[in-house]
C-alpha cells in the first residue's frame, strides 16, 4: 500500500478511536431494547417452503416509498415472504395496507440500534424463520433491482456457499457486505447464528456497528459456514481496471457503481450515491438505459 493510503488508513483508524472514545463517554451501551409499537401479521400467510426475508427500513419522512415498495414486490414475486421491519416513527394507514399485500408481518419499532438490532427483533417478532427454508436478511439502501430477480435467486439457491451475499469488502477483514445477507437452513438453525443474534447490542457510532456486527457477522459464521459474494471483488477486479485504490479500501457498491452495472448486470445501486457529489440521476439513468434495464428511473429520486 502507497504512503498516501496509509495515511488515509490511519487517518480513518483515528477518527473511529476518536469516535468511540467520545460515545463511551456521553452514553453507554443501552441494555434496554428498543420498544416496538406495532407488530401484525399482514394478509400473505406463512409459506414455510419458502424462503423468508427481514427487510429493514427506515425513512425520516415516515413513508413507504415507491421503490420500497417494488423491491418487496420482486421478492414477493420471487419466492420470498417478507417480514418488513420499519425504524421510522410510524406507519399510516394507507402505507400497512400497501404493505400487508406484501408481508406475512409488520412491525414498527424504536429508532435505535441499526439494521443488525432490526433484523434481532424480527427473528424475535416472527420465530418460526426457522421453518422456513432460508433467512434473507435485507433494508432498503439500495434501489432496485434493476433486472431481472429471479435469476438472482437462483444463483442464491445453487451456489453452494452456506452464506450468500451480493458484494464483499475487504477493510478491516475479508466480509460480506450486510445490505443482502442470504442464509441457508443449516445457518439458520445453527448454534451460532442464534448466538450471534442473542448478543446484539445498541450501539453506536456507525463505524462501530460495521466492526463488531457487520464484519463480526461473517468472521464468526465463517468460521464453520462457506460464505461467497455473487460479485466478490476479486471477480469484479479481475475484469475491470481500478487502479485508484488498493483493494482493502475499494468499497465495490461506491467506488465501482457503474461497471457494477454495465459489465456485470449488478441488481442495486446504493441510495447514499444519490447525494454524492457528481453523480446525479441523469447520469444514473443513461447508465440503467445502457445496460438495457426495465427499472422506473422516477424510482431515483423517489
Not at 72 to 93: A, Q
Not at 122 to 147: C, I, M, Q, R, W
Not at 165 to 180: A, E, I, P, V
Not at 215 to 222: K, N, T
Amino acid at each position: 500500500m502507497s504512503v498516501k493510503w496509509t495515511i488515509k488508513t490511519i487517518v480513518k483508524d483515528i477518527k473511529y478511536l476518536r469516535d468511540s472514545m467520545r460515545y463511551a463517554l456521553t452514553q453507554q451501551e443501552a441494555n434496554e431494547e428498543p420498544v416496538v409499537s406495532y407488530s401484525k401479521v399482514g394478509t400473505v400467510p406463512p409459506d414455510y417452503a419458502k424462503p423468508v426475508c427481514f427487510f429493514c427500513s427506515y425513512d425520516r419522512g415516515d413513508i413507504v416509498r415507491e421503490n420500497v415498495l417494488y423491491y418487496l414486490k420482486e421478492l414477493s414475486l420471487t419466492g420470498f415472504n417478507i417480514v418488513f421491519i420499519s425504524s421510522s416513527n410510524t406507519i399510516s394507514d394507507v402505507d400497512l395496507e400497501k404493505l400487508a399485500g406484501y408481508c406475512i408481518k409488520i412491525i414498527n419499532r424504536e429508532n435505535r440500534g441499526y439494521d443488525f438490532y432490526g433484523w434481532k427483533t424480527g427473528l424475535k417478532e416472527y420465530p418460526y424463520y426457522s421453518a422456513h427454508t432460508a433467512v434473507l436478511l435485507a433494508n432498503d439502501s439500495v434501489l432496485g433491482p434493476f433486472f431481472d430477480f429471479s435469476d438472482i435467486v437462483a444463483r442464491l439457491e445453487n451456489c453452494d456457499a452456506d452464506i450468500v451475499g451480493m458484494t464483499d469488502n475487504f477493510r478491516y477483514s475479508h466480509h460480506l457486505q450486510s445490505y443482502f445477507l442470504y442464509c441457508k437452513k443449516s445457518v439458520i438453525l445453527s448454534r451460532e447464528f442464534i448466538n450471534f443474534f442473542d448478543r446484539v447490542k445498541v450501539i453506536g457510532p456507525k463505524n462501530a456497528i460495521i466492526r463488531r456486527y457487520e464484519v463480526g457477522f461473517s468472521r464468526l459464521l465463517g468460521r464453520r459456514f462457506r460464505l461467497a459474494a455473487l460479485y466478490s471483488l476479486e471477480r469484479v477486479l479481475d475484469k475491470i481496471c481500478y487502479p485508484e485504490r488498493p483493494k482493502t479500501l475499494i468499497n465495490p457498491t461506491s467506488h465501482l457503481w457503474k461497471p457494477l452495472i454495465t459489465e456485470f448486470k449488478f441488481p442495486f445501486l446504493k441510495k447514499s450515491l444519490s447525494i454524492k457529489p457528481g453523480i446525479s440521476a441523469q447520469e444514473v439513468s443513461i447508465v440503467l438505459a445502457e445496460s438495457d434495464s426495465t427499472f422506473d428511473i422516477k424510482m431515483l429520486t423517489d
